[in-house]
T-cell receptor
């Protein structure tokens, strides 16, 4: 069964500092990969996705992620965080077969200090 | 283009009652998926509908059911509510086929509280 691991439950960063959120997956083949962000009381917003091709993908709000097949990882990065980036971030995987569901990691809560 | 809408946004029910939640997908999307989000279990897949047919189902009891209408709108129903059903229920829509079929867009959720 596929699984998604986000090793960091909570990360605190200073405004203007860089941010990296880790995501590892366990799956027999390269899945489709996604990062979502959730602000308190809100739904999930798609930040970026990896389907194929260039392993460095750009998303919205200045985020990027890098797919590393050898490490089964899809880490999310942002060079300089803003206070508005405080939220919960979820990594998700989807199968390449006809199985249109997503499996999510447990999430990483990001706190931004002034 | 309007996003995914869910109604109602908040709901309070009593144990033993039943509840129906509604989801309207993004225009043109034919797949609707439902997820349950709780602090303890995280985001868990309930079921997915495409063209009025349930294509995939998660590991939830039969008290959880859903359906999809010809206009792709979807409802989920929970019967005989239990305290543990208190959660944020999220609906997501996607094209449901092809390369980008699994790319899902989420609604704001329905917060269900069972007392």
């Amino acid at each position: 069964a596929q699984s998604v691991t986000q090793p960091d439950i909570h990360i605190t960063v200073s405004e203007g500092a860089s941010l990296e959120l880790r995501c590892n997956y366990s799956y027999g083949a390269t899945p489709y990969l996604f990062w979502y962000v959730q602000s308190p009381g809100q739904g999930l917003q798609l930040l970026l996705k990896y389907f194929s091709g260039d392993t460095l993908v750009q998303g919205i709000k200045g985020f990027e992620a890098e797919f590393k097949r050898s490490q089964s990882s899809f880490n999310l990065r942002k060079p300089s965080v803003h206070w508005s980036d405080a939220a919960e971030y979820f990594c998700a995987v989807g199968k390449r077969s006809n199985d249109y569901k997503l499996s999510f990691g447990a999430g990483t809560t990001v706190t931004v200090r002034a | 283009k309007a996003g995914v809408t869910q109604t109602p946004r908040y709901l309070i029910k009593t144990r033993g009652q039943q509840v129906t939640l509604s989801c309207s997908p993004i225009s043109g999307h034919r797949s609707v998926s439902w997820y349950q989000q709780t602090p303890g279990q995280g985001l868990q897949f309930l079921f997915e509908y495409f063209s009025e047919t349930q294509r995939n189902k998660g590991n939830f009891p039969g008290r959880f059911s859903g359906r999809q209408f010809s206009n792709s709108r979807s409802e989920m129903n929970v019967s005989t509510l239990e305290l543990g059903d208190s959660a944020l229920y999220l609906c997501a829509s996607s094209w449901g086929q092809g390369l980008f079929g699994v790319e899902q867009y989420f609604g704001p959720g329905t917060r269900l509280t069972v007392t």
